[in-house]
């Protein structure tokens, strides 16, 4: 079955204790991309990444670090997390950058950061 | 500044038809894509619209004007499960290779018995 596949989906975690939040689709999509989405103010891009060790800095990108080793895999790093990184983080993929092809949205990571 | 309008709530009835209208301001234009969510789950992909017109897919229909900068999402015979977040969202013109989308704040549609 075509996927993204997120872990972990809950996460509750203290302020400062580094974590990631891996990211994984078996579709070969080229472009990969974080959202966080926060009540009142949508989906926000962190970073994102066009293929194989291109990632580029989203709307939201301090904070956060991501690493493109494999097509496969765009983890999301927070090396030291802070209460305002609480939020609803969702891994999108596609097959194309431009075009009618749709991004495929994994389910979702809830992260709490005390 | 590029920006995207919704209606933030709609309410409507079990076999009703609604519209959700989506209005973009953009320095230019490469596509709009309409997405459900529901509560505490992943968007998915309704729609693609890039030329002016109706696209019709079953129960959802999705209408462009790029003249006027605005979409409207169409939704027939309307169940309970429609209840959700609809989200507007348009590529960044002024992304190269067409990279980013720009996303409304989505339009939570209520559909009561």
Redesign the interface.
């Known amino acids: 079955e075509a996927q993204v596949t997120q872990n972990p989906r809950y996460l509750i975690t203290v302020t400062g204790k580094k974590l990631t939040v891996t990211c994984s689709q078996n579709m070969n999509h080229e472009y990969m991309s974080w959202y966080r989405q926060d009540p009142g103010l949508g989906l926000r891009q962190i970073y994102y990444s066009m293929n194989v060790e291109v990632t580029d800095k989203g709307d939201v990108p301090e904070g956060y670090k991501v690493s493109r080793k494999e097509k496969r895999n765009f983890p999301l790093i927070l090396e030291s997390p802070s209460p305002n990184q609480t939020s609803l983080y969702f891994c999108a993929s596609s097959s194309q950058v431009g075009g009618s092809q749709p991004q495929h949205f994994g389910d979702g990571t809830r992260l709490s950061i005390l | 500044g590029q920006n995207i309008d919704q209606p933030t709530e709609m309410t409507a009835t079990e076999g009703a038809i609604v519209q959700i209208n989506c209005t973009y301001q953009t320095s230019g234009f ?2 709009l ?1 309409w ?1 459900q969510q529901h509560a ?6 309704l729609s ?1 619209n ?1 030329l002016d017109g109706l696209e019709e897919k079953g129960r959802f229909s999705s209408f462009l004007s790029r003249s006027k900068g605005y979409s409207y999402l169409l939704l027939k015979e309307l169940q309970m499960k429609d209840s959700a977040s609809y ?1 507007c969202a348009v ?1 960044d013109p002024n992304a190269g ?5 720009i ?4 339009t939570s549609l209520a559909v009561n018995p």
């Open positions: 490469n596509g894509f997405y505490g789950e992943a968007p998915t992909f693609y890039v989200l590529r290779n067409n990279r980013k989308l996303w409304g704040l989505g």
